[in-house]
C-alpha cells in the first residue's frame, strides 16, 4: 500500500509541476550564443562575449549585440534595428534587410554589405576596419570619429554620405546621394 502512495504521489506531482511549465510565459528577448537559422524571434541579444551566426533568421524587434561580443549575420530580416555597443565585431551580409537603422558604435570592426537599411548606417568611435559596400540605404551613411579605417564603395543612399574626424581617412568610390557628400567623404 505504502508503493501505492508513493506512486500516486509521484504521479500528482509530476501533474502539478507540469502545469507550472506550460503556464503562459512569453519571453520577447532571446540570447544567441553560437548560430540560429530561418526562424523567427521577437529581439534578439547576442551576449557579452558571445559569437552569433545568423543565417536567414527573422527579428521582429531589436537585435543588440552587447559589450565583446560579435555578430555575422546573413540574409537577416530585422523589423527594428541593428545596435551594437563594445562589441568585438558586427557584420550585416548578403541580402539582409533592416527596416530601422545599423547603428555600431565605440566597437572594433563592422561590416554592412550587399543589404537594404531602411533608415541609416551609423558608424561611430569604432577601432578596427570599416566596410561599407553595394547597400541601399533609406536614411544617410554616417562614419565618425572612428580608427581603423574605412572603405565605402557603391552604396545608394536616399540622405546623405558623412564622414568626418576619421584617421585615417575613408577610402571609397560610386557612392550615391540623394543629399550630400560631406568632409571626407565628398569625393566619393
Given at each position: 500500500?505504502?508503493?501505492?502512495?508513493?506512486?500516486?504521489?509521484?504521479?500528482?506531482?509530476a501533474?502539478?509541476?507540469?502545469?507550472?511549465?506550460?503556464?503562459?510565459?512569453?519571453?520577447?528577448?532571446?540570447?544567441?550564443?553560437?548560430?540560429?537559422?530561418?526562424?523567427?524571434?521577437?529581439?534578439l541579444?547576442?551576449?557579452?562575449?558571445?559569437?552569433?551566426?545568423?543565417?536567414?533568421?527573422?527579428?521582429?524587434?531589436?537585435?543588440?549585440?552587447?559589450?565583446?561580443?560579435?555578430?555575422?549575420?546573413?540574409?537577416?530580416?530585422?523589423?527594428?534595428?541593428?545596435?551594437?555597443?563594445?562589441?568585438?565585431?558586427?557584420?550585416?551580409?548578403?541580402?539582409?534587410?533592416?527596416?530601422?537603422?545599423?547603428?555600431?558604435?565605440q566597437g572594433?570592426?563592422?561590416?554592412?554589405?550587399?543589404?537594404?537599411?531602411?533608415?541609416?548606417?551609423?558608424?561611430?568611435?569604432?577601432?578596427?576596419?570599416?566596410?561599407?559596400?553595394?547597400?541601399?540605404?533609406?536614411?544617410?551613411?554616417?562614419?565618425?570619429?572612428?580608427?581603423?579605417?574605412a572603405?565605402?564603395?557603391?552604396?545608394?543612399?536616399?540622405?546623405?554620405?558623412?564622414?568626418?574626424?576619421?584617421?585615417?581617412?575613408?577610402?571609397?568610390?560610386?557612392?550615391?546621394?540623394?543629399?550630400?557628400k560631406?568632409?571626407?567623404?565628398?569625393?566619393?
Amino acid at each position: 500500500m505504502n508503493k501505492k502512495v508513493l506512486l500516486g504521489g509521484v504521479v500528482l506531482g509530476a501533474l502539478l509541476g507540469g502545469v507550472g511549465l506550460v503556464s503562459p510565459a512569453v519571453a520577447d528577448e532571446r540570447s544567441c550564443r553560437k548560430s540560429l537559422r530561418a526562424v523567427t524571434v521577437d529581439n534578439l541579444r547576442v551576449p557579452a562575449g558571445a559569437t552569433c551566426r545568423l543565417t536567414g533568421t527573422k527579428v521582429k524587434g531589436t537585435l543588440k549585440v552587447e559589450r565583446g561580443a560579435t555578430l555575422i549575420a546573413r540574409g537577416v530580416r530585422v523589423e527594428g534595428n541593428v545596435q551594437a555597443e563594445n562589441a568585438k565585431a558586427v557584420s550585416v551580409l548578403a541580402g539582409s534587410h533592416v527596416k530601422g537603422s545599423v547603428q555600431v558604435k565605440q566597437g572594433g570592426a563592422a561590416t554592412v554589405t550587399s543589404s537594404r537599411v531602411d533608415s541609416d548606417i551609423q558608424l561611430d568611435a569604432n577601432r578596427r576596419y570599416l566596410k561599407v559596400d553595394s547597400n541601399r540605404v533609406g536614411g544617410s551613411i554616417q562614419v565618425v570619429g572612428n580608427k581603423g579605417g574605412a572603405q565605402i564603395n557603391r552604396n545608394t543612399m536616399k540622405g546623405n554620405l558623412q564622414c568626418k574626424e576619421n584617421s585615417p581617412r575613408p577610402t571609397g568610390k560610386g557612392n550615391k546621394a540623394g543629399g550630400n557628400k560631406e568632409d571626407q567623404c565628398r569625393r566619393f
